[in-house]
């Protein structure tokens, strides 16, 4: 009976917490209610209060338009006058005299000298001329002497010839007497033998003249040569000093003071930048688009600015890898930067219709792209929209309006 008693009071003492929780959920239940207004009487909403009607603004319709089908190739801009400056000798590079991107003057500038590039060792080449110049001091000193050795030569030979015209004159005179039996056989032989020793001393002397005057021809010739050795080595000494070929503009050094150089070997990259050119490898499908003489538009990047030029040159023959030609396009002649810029040459190929609304309708929240559009009732709703490319004052829409729908313009 105890334990009857005990489990009944076990189970209705289990009864009031269970109460009691649901109690408490239901009084939390309550206050909730009370709190969203639930006991307040409700309020029927009245109808939303008109618009009031939209002032006058100025709006521009979307319109379609026609714009010509550009494709874009990329290149890069080069000097169409551009060479290597190189050596001509192998020597040793003594003194650079410029930097890079330094302007310089070439001969074809008449009222300045050409630039000095830099000097390269001329010792050697010092020495070579020193010792041709040399040799032509003494050769002229020995073609003095030759000259005095025919002057003495020529006086001898005139003794001579007056020498023998006597003689020949005795002989002659002491015959005519031996015809006439006035002088001796004799005297007629020494007058003989007096003739023949004053020919042989004209031959000899006519001989001596002419060895005189071969050995003024012999120096003479000899000082040729020195003269020509003297003129090589001034101009081996010449190409000591490295000179600029043409005015422009120094766009790379590729040497140091002290480095040795051989002929041929490029010292430095001068450019003009008077005739600039465009030069970009186009796809072999776009050939028919470019002939010589047509007029190409050409945006350089890093100006921010398109400039007009004229097809140049194509060069016929295609990469069979990338299926692309080299095409030239000659630029204005302006002092545009060093070659080496990247640029985008403009092909029109056609033409294409997009919708387009005025720039000035176009408004920019962050990163996006909205315009107001007027509704069926005159109203101007926000509207996002996604642009393309610009054409003056209008502006190309590529979605979010269609054709003949009305924008306000600022």
């Known amino acids: 009976m105890v334990d009857m008693s005990r489990r009944i009071r076990k189970h209705l003492k289990v009864m009031w917490k269970v109460l009691a929780g649901l109690g408490v959920l239901v009084f939390l239940a309550v206050m909730m209610f009370w709190l969203s207004g639930g006991f307040r009487e409700k309020v029927e909403p009245a109808g939303a209060p008109k618009a009031p009607a939209p ?3 100025q709006t521009r319709p979307v319109e379609r338009g026609s714009f010509p089908l550009i494709i874009e190739q990329v290149g890069t801009l080069r000097s169409k006058a551009q060479t290597n400056v190189s050596s001509r000798i192998m020597a040793q590079v003594r003194q650079i005299l410029i930097r890079e991107g330094d302007e310089v003057v070439g001969p074809d500038n008449e009222s300045i000298p050409p630039t000095l590039l830099a000097y390269l060792d001329s010792r050697d080449i010092q020495a070579k001329l020193n010792q041709a110049q040399a040799q032509v001091a003494v050769l002229d000193r ?19 010839q007056a020498k023998t015209d006597q003689a020949v004159a005795d002989y002659d005179r002491y015959l005519q007497l031996y015809q006439s039996q006035a002088a001796t056989e004799q005297q007629l032989e020494q007058a ?53 070929p043409f005015t422009g503009r120094i766009s790379r050094k590729l040497v140091e003071v002290g480095d040795i150089v051989a002929p041929g ?23 028919d688009h470019l002939k010589v003489g047509t007029s190409l538009n050409v945006y350089v990047d890093a100006l921010k600015n398109t400039y007009e030029g004229a097809v140049r040159e194509v060069i016929p023959q295609a990469d069979p890898a990338t299926r692309t030609v080299l095409v030239k396009v000659s630029l204005p002649r302006t002092p545009l930067p060093v070659s080496g810029l990247f640029g985008r040459l403009m092909i029109q190929t056609g033409s294409y ?27 101007p709703r926000r509207r996002f929209i996604t642009l393309g490319k610009s054409h003056d004052q209008f502006v190309e829409v590529l979605s979010g309006l269609q054709e003949g729908e009305a924008v306000v313009v600022r």
């Open 353 to 379: 219709e997009a919708l387009v609304i005025c720039r000035d309708a176009v408004q920019k929240v962050g990163q996006l792209q909205l315009v107001q559009v007027l509704d069926a009732d005159g109203y």
């Open 55 to 57: 002032a006058a603004l």
């Open 265 to 287: 070997e490029p010292l430095f990259v001068l450019e003009s930048h008077a005739q600039p050119e465009f030069q970009a490898v186009v796809s072999e499908s776009l050939i």
């Open 192 to 244: 003989k033998a007096q003739k023949e020793v004053a020919e042989a001393q004209q031959r000899a002397a006519q001989q001596a003249l002419h060895t005189a005057q071969l050995e003024v021809e012999r120096v003479k010739a000899q000082k040729i040569q020195a003269e020509a050795a003297v003129a090589e080595a001034q101009v081996m000494f010449s190409f000591t000093e490295i000179k600029a």
């Open 142 to 160: 020995s073609i003095e002497a030759s000259k005095a050795a025919v002057e003495t030569a020529q006086a001898q030979l005139e003794a001579a």
